[in-house]
């Protein structure tokens, strides 16, 4: 599997226009810091719609999706 660039948090591009964004994903490999990220970059975001599309098995990855208090951190 290859490896993916690091991320410099602090330098991530800006979206100052972008008012309602609607992420769908299939939950494989996402976790709440990668979500976390791309909210960094859509600071004036009014409305974020959510969409987990999931497989039969709950993954981990999913249950720290739809936990609460990893949104609130």
């Known amino acids: ?3 993916l660039p690091s991320i410099n948090k602090n330098d991530l591009p800006k979206s100052l226009l972008l008012k309602k964004f609607d992420l769908q994903i299939v939950v494989i490999r996402c976790d709440i ?3 976390g990220l791309i909210l960094r970059c859509m600071p004036n975001l009014h409305r974020f719609v959510f969409t ?6 709950i993954s ?3 249950m720290d999706l739809i936990n ?3 949104w609130r951190e």
Do not use: A, R, Y
């Open 1 to 3: 599997m290859p490896s």
């Open 68 to 70: 609460g208090q990893s």
């Open 33 to 35: 810091q990668s979500i």
């Open 52 to 57: 987990i599309i999931v497989d039969v098995n």
């Open 60 to 62: 981990p990855f999913t």
